[in-house]
């Protein structure tokens, strides 16, 4: 999983950093996404991005490679 932010539409609630502080963090009063990102909250990221009142967040769910046999 990754997520993204597109800081052109945030209009920095922070309301993502309150559903999900493992992932966001606010920086110059807008969303972005954490260094340190931990996405194993994977429930919490999916309501921060579908709750985000300017649909700024996009989620990515990576899914394993198929096993080549
Ligand atoms: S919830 Fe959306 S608008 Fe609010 S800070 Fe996060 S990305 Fe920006």
Do not use: H, L, W
Request: net charge positive; glycine share 2%; with cysteine.
């Amino acid at each position: 999983m990754e997520a993204q932010v597109n800081k052109e539409t945030c209009i920095g609630c922070g309301r993502c950093v309150t559903t999900s502080p493992e992932v966001f963090r606010m920086f110059k009063r807008k969303s972005a996404i954490r260094t340190d990102a931990d996405y194993s909250m994977t429930n919490y990221v999916e309501m921060a991005a579908k709750n985000c009142p300017s649909k700024s967040i996009s989620v990515n769910v990576v899914t394993p490679a198929a096993d080549p046999d």
